[in-house]
C-alpha cells in the first residue's frame, strides 16, 4: 500500500555535466492525490519522475514511500507499483493487443482487460473501424497489412498501456499532447474515473488536464517554487514567477 511518496532535500546533476537540474526540491504526496508538475521548459519536471521510476538516482537528499528510501525496495518489486508514459513512448511492429500488454499477450486472459484499456484511453472509435480489431498489426515492419496511427491514436494505445496495469500509482508525462481539446476533454474524464484508488502524478502544459489535479508543483530552473492545492495556485499564486507563468501560459 502506498501511503506517501516524499521528496526529501532532492538534488541532482545528469551523469557527464555540470548543470543542477533540481535544486533542494522537497514535497509530499499522499495517498490517491492527483498531482500536477508545471513549469517551463527544462525546469526539472520530467527529472522528478526519472527519479521516482529509479532511472537515476539523487545527488543528494532522498526520496521516500512509505518513509522508506526508494533504494532500499528490491527494484523488480518496486518498479511494478509505477505505471508511466513519457512524452518520448515508442510503438511496436505488433498487435495493438501486443502493444497494450506490452508483455506477452494471451487471448484468453487478457482480451477484456486489453479492451477496457482502450475504451478507458478513448480509443474505441478508432478500434471499430480496424480490420481485425486488437489483433491490428501496427506498422508494416513484420506484416504488409500493418497500419501507422496517426499522432494522437498512437498516443491513446500508449496510454491505454497505463490503463492495462493495476498498479497503484500512474504517471503521466504530458499525455494528451498529440491530442484534440474534445479528445483530450475525454481522457481528462477516463482518467479521474478510473484511477480514484491511484496516487496520479502529471506533467502538462495545458490547463484542462492541470486543473484536474488536488495539488500543483510549479517549477522553475529546478527549484520547487509553489506546492499546494491547485485552485489555490491558479488564483491566488504567492509567488510572483508563478504568476506570470500561470499568466502567460493560461491567460
Known sequence: EIKSIKFDNVCFTYPNTTKEILSNVS????????????????????????????????????????????????????????SAIFQDYKLFAATVAQNVKNDIYDEKADKENVLSALQSADFTERLEILKNGIDTHLTREFNDEGINLSGGDAQKVAIARVFAKDFPIVIMDEPSSALDPMA????????????????????????????????????????????????DIFTSPKDERTERYITGRFG
Open 27 to 82: 514535497f509530499e504526496i499522499k495517498a490517491n492525490e492527483k498531482i500536477s508538475i508545471v513549469g517551463l521548459n527544462g525546469a526539472g519536471k520530467t527529472t522528478i519522475i526519472k527519479l521516482l521510476c529509479r532511472l537515476y538516482h539523487p545527488n543528494s537528499g532522498q526520496i521516500l514511500i512509505n518513509n522508506i528510501p526508494i533504494s532500499e525496495y528490491k527494484y523488480n518489486l518496486y518498479i511494478k507499483q509505477i
Open 184 to 231: 483530450e476533454y475525454n481522457l481528462n474524464l477516463s482518467i479521474l474515473n478510473n484511477t480514484k484508488d491511484k496516487t496520479v502524478i502529471f506533467i502538462s502544459h495545458r490547463l484542462s488536464t492541470t486543473r484536474i489535479a488536488d495539488k500543483t508543483a510549479f517549477f522553475l530552473l529546478g527549484e520547487l517554487v509553489e506546492f499546494g492545492n491547485t485552485d
